[in-house]
C-alpha cells in the first residue's frame, strides 16, 4: 500500500480496500453474524456499564451462588445468543461475544434466574466471572440496596 500524498486523504485504493472487505464479510455468515450481534448488543450509553476494579475469582463466585446468591442483568445491559452448532453458542453481552454451551448462553439471555444451576454448564464460572467483572451481571442484593 502506498501511502497519499496527503495523510488526510481518503483516496480511491484506500475506498476499494475498505469496499472490499465489506464486502467479504457480507460474504461470510459466520463473520456478518458475529459483528451483528455484538452491534445489536452495544450498550446504549458508553457510561452505562460500570467494570469491577478487581477481578472476580471464579472460586468465590461458585460459594456465592451455591449460598443461595444470584446474578442479575444490570439495568440497560443487551444479550443475545446464536446457535453455533454441537452444542455450542455465541453469547453476546454489551458489545462482546464469548463461545459457550448453547444451554448456557440461553439461560444467561434469557429472563431466567442466574443461580447455582448455572455450575452445570462447563466453563459457568469463567463465563460469570467475566461478565460480573464486566458489569454486564451484578450480584442481585446489591442492585436492591
Known amino acids: ?62 460459594a456465592a451462588l451455591q449460598q443461595g446468591e444470584e446474578l442479575v442483568h444490570t439495568p440497560g445491559s443487551r444479550f443475545a445468543w446464536h446457535d453455533l452448532g454441537e452444542g455450542r453458542a455465541t453469547l ?11 444451554p448456557l448462553a440461553r439461560l444467561i439471555a434469557s429472563q431466567a434466574v442466574l443461580d447455582a444451576e448455572l455450575l452445570t454448564h462447563e466453563g459457568a464460572d469463567a463465563l460469570l466471572a467475566a461478565l460480573l467483572d464486566a458489569g454486564s451481571l451484578a450480584w442481585a442484593d446489591e442492585l436492591e440496596e
Open 92 to 102: 453476546f453481552a454489551d458489545g462482546d461475544g464469548a463461545e459457550c454451551a448453547l
Open 1 to 62: 500500500m502506498a501511502p497519499p500524498a496527503d495523510p488526510g486523504e481518503l483516496d480511491d485504493a484506500a475506498v476499494a480496500r475498505m469496499r472490499r472487505l465489506i464486502l467479504d464479510t457480507l460474504d461470510d455468515p459466520a463473520r456478518l453474524t458475529q459483528w451483528f450481534g455484538r452491534v445489536m448488543t452495544q450498550p446504549k450509553y458508553a457510561d452505562q456499564l460500570v467494570a469491577n476494579e478487581t477481578p472476580t475469582d471464579p472460586a468465590e463466585l461458585v
